[in-house]
């Protein structure tokens, strides 16, 4: 579940559907977070919570990223979080974890709609020292983190045009393998620190190798 705690949080997703040359790249990311806003404020309009998301779809037939993104204050119609489990709800997009440990996803956006299902293959992976991720060398400079690499993934995906007079693709049922990682923190990076690189690899042999670096202005 959600930690609303903790500053900022979130929860993404990324794999490839089909194979080859023509294998379609995807990414789903949630975020959450916590604004500086007085908490004793009892309006359910007040912006102490906030949701983003963001989708991508990489379809090497176009050449081009077609991408979407969302965001709203929680409280709000539609915008919500559990602190149980993995539900997150935003203008219509959904991310749920079911009592069978499978990850189900609705994006509906302007230029395409996926409705993809997770499913893992082995448990939970606790990134650093059992789950605490330095990222720094100061102790608050880290986050909690842990990845469910090696999802097997059912999609469907529905590629759209902005324009009605358009013939809409007919939706198409996609298999492949995921990644999905889940961290939290209230201070990730040091002063002077202005990137993030992060690369996560599913191997051939059901393992995994996840690596990432923080980068100053110089590139070091």
Same mark, same amino acid.
């Given at each position: 579940?959600?930690?609303?705690?903790?500053?900022?949080?979130?929860?993404?997703?990324?794999?490839?559907?089909?194979?080859?040359?023509? @294998?379609?790249? &995807?990414? %789903?990311?949630?975020?959450?977070?916590?604004? !500086?806003?007085?908490?004793?404020?009892?309006? +359910?309009?007040?912006?102490?919570?906030?949701?983003?998301?963001?989708?991508?779809?990489?379809?090497?037939?176009?050449?081009?990223?077609?991408?979407?993104?969302?965001?709203?204050?929680?409280?709000?119609?539609?915008?919500?979080?559990?602190?149980?489990?993995?539900?997150?709800?935003?203008?219509?997009?959904?991310?749920?974890?079911?009592?069978?440990?499978?990850?189900?996803?609705?994006?509906? @956006?302007?230029? &395409?709609? %996926?409705?993809?299902?997770?499913?893992?293959? !082995?448990?939970?992976?606790?990134?650093?020292? +059992?789950?605490?991720?330095?990222?720094?060398?100061?102790?608050?400079?880290?986050?909690?983190?842990?990845?469910?690499?090696?999802?097997?993934?059912?999609?469907?995906?529905?590629?759209?045009?902005?324009?009605?007079?358009?013939?809409?693709?007919?939706?198409?049922?996609?298999?492949?393998?995921?990644?999905?990682?889940?961290?939290?923190?209230?201070?990730?990076?040091?002063?002077?620190?202005?990137?993030?690189?992060?690369?996560?690899?599913?191997?051939?042999?059901?393992?995994?190798?996840?690596?990432?670096?923080?980068?100053?202005?110089?590139?070091?």
């Amino acid at each position: 579940g959600a930690h609303p705690e903790f500053r900022t949080e979130w929860w993404y997703l990324t794999g490839w559907l089909g194979s080859g040359t023509n @294998a379609t790249g &995807f990414q %789903i990311t949630f975020f959450r977070s916590r604004t !500086q806003h007085s908490p004793d404020n009892p309006s +359910r309009f007040a912006p102490t919570q906030l949701l983003f998301a963001h989708a991508a779809l990489a379809m090497p037939e176009e050449g081009k990223l077609r991408h979407a993104d969302v965001a709203g204050r929680v409280g709000t119609a539609g915008v919500a979080f559990n602190n149980a489990d993995t539900k997150l709800y935003l203008a219509n997009w959904t991310m749920a974890r079911t009592e069978n440990d499978r990850y189900q996803f609705y994006i509906p @956006a302007d230029t &395409f709609t %996926i409705l993809l299902e997770a499913v893992p293959s !082995q448990t939970p992976i606790l990134r650093g020292n +059992r789950g605490f991720s330095a990222k720094g060398s100061s102790p608050e400079l880290a986050s909690y983190y842990y990845s469910r690499p090696q999802l097997d993934v059912t999609a469907q995906i529905e590629i759209k045009d902005k324009s009605s007079k358009a013939k809409q693709a007919p939706l198409i049922k996609h298999t492949g393998v995921g990644w999905l990682d889940h961290e939290w923190s209230s201070s990730l990076l040091m002063s002077g620190a202005v990137g993030w690189d992060w690369i996560g690899i599913n191997l051939l042999d059901g393992g995994s190798i996840m690596a990432f670096r923080i980068r100053d202005q110089a590139g070091k």
